[in-house]
């Protein structure tokens, strides 16, 4: 696991500022919830954490992200590294469709050109559905298609893929949107597991879920025509029961977004 820090991040695409000088201390071993409303910047800031901000051709960015203390951005460092370190999960679940279950949690290793005997991909494979939380369901259909999975099953799957190139950070964008009540209970105890050995990033609207998981939160707002900003952040606890911003008050307690 790894602190990750965001110093003065503004974010544009095009001429379009989309985030003005975000900065936050992403604790090793912690859950930190990005909540906030709509088009506010959350997953803009979520996606510079692991350099795909720069995949869209028009996106520009400044300021630094420091993994450990190491600017990932630094020219003499490799995009593959960090992406590496930083694993992410997105909103909705996007196993690869014709790999089977065994090849999907493997799939990283290819990506990043690292090569395992079979006994060590077997034993990853398994450790890393353990992890997610779903050896027992498919232990015994490793080779059926990913995309066979239930959409909570499925979600797991991307959890085990991102964890087998081993990151120290993992980011999540809205994992449970698309999922029901208890696929999203099952995630949310994954997490809690993972928490142990991976620094963990949320963005979540589902204010229960950020009081459930998180260990501290940042309270992302843009105002009408202005760009995404962080209004507080601190303490899980305290950001929902004694915030120092009336408008973090409002918005965890359902009044607006």
Not at 47 to 53: S, W
Not at 60 to 87: F, K, M, N, T
Not at 91 to 104: D, T
């Amino acid at each position: 696991m790894a602190e990750i820090e965001a110093r003065e991040l503004t974010a544009w695409f095009g001429s379009h500022k989309v985030l003005d000088r975000v900065s936050l201390t992403m604790r090793a071993g912690g859950i930190t919830a990005l909540i906030g409303p709509s088009g506010c910047g959350k997953s803009t800031f979520l996606r510079i954490l692991n350099r795909m901000h720069e995949l869209v051709p028009s996106a520009q960015l400044a300021g630094e992200v420091l993994l450990d203390g190491q600017d990932i951005y630094d020219p003499s460092r490799r995009l593959i590294d960090a992406r590496r370190s930083i694993g992410m999960v997105f909103q909705k679940p996007n196993p690869f469709p014709a790999m089977s279950i065994r090849e999907n949690v493997l799939a990283g290793l290819r990506l990043t050109g690292t090569k395992a005997s079979r006994s060590t991909r077997d034993d990853l494979v398994e450790s890393c559905l353990t992890k997610g939380g779903l050896w027992n369901e498919v232990k015994d259909r490793l080779d059926a298609p990913g995309g066979g999975l239930s959409g909570g099953q499925q979600q797991r799957l991307c959890i085990a893929r991102s964890l087998a190139i081993k990151p120290r950070v993992l980011l999540m964008d809205e994992p449970c949107s698309a999922l029901d009540p208890t696929s999203t209970r099952v995630i949310e105890e994954t997490m809690l597991e993972l928490a142990r050995e991976v620094t963990i990033v949320i963005v979540t609207h589902n204010m229960q879920q950020a009081a459930r998981v998180s260990t501290q939160c940042a309270f992302f707002l843009a105002a009408q025509g202005t760009p995404g900003v962080i209004v507080e952040h601190g303490d899980t606890a305290a950001m929902f029961q004694s915030p120092q911003d009336q408008r973090t008050l409002d918005y965890v307690n359902g009044r607006f977004g």
